[in-house]
């Protein structure tokens, strides 16, 4: 079976889906988790609050386990993307117009 993830910007949580659209789980570690990606076996979002945080999960099965959160040293998180060949996080912010690496 296949699922996928999306985050929810005004409520709590991350939620879990299957390919026919079926809700499976939800994690509510962190508050506005809106932007997502994913490399194997880990998800990472990013939190529209102040001040904003990168969090880390491991994707085991259909559920989410926390492994941690830094702050992204920048407020107003709009997008996440992750280069698998090179094992770097980018991260855009609209509010100062910068970008993060990790």
């Known amino acids: ?3 996928f993830y999306i ?3 005004s409520k709590h949580g991350i939620y879990c889906f299957d390919e026919n659209l079926r809700f499976l789980s939800s994690c509510e570690d962190f508050c506005n988790p809106s932007y ?3 490399n194997k076996d880990m998800v990472y979002c990013i939190t529209e609050t102040f ?3 990168l969090v880390c ?3 085991i099965g259909t559920s989410l386990e926390c ?3 830094i702050l992204i040293g920048s407020d107003g998180p709009c997008f996440i993307t992750i280069d698998t060949l ?3 996080l980018y ?3 609209y509010t100062n117009r910068s970008f993060s690496c990790f």
């Open 1 to 3: 079976m296949r699922s």
């Open 36 to 38: 997502l990606c994913q």
């Open 57 to 59: 999960y491991r994707n």
């Open 7 to 9: 985050g929810n910007y």
């Open 91 to 93: 991260i855009a912010c």
């Open 67 to 69: 492994m941690g959160s």
């Open 86 to 88: 090179r094992n770097i």
């Open 51 to 53: 001040p904003a945080h």
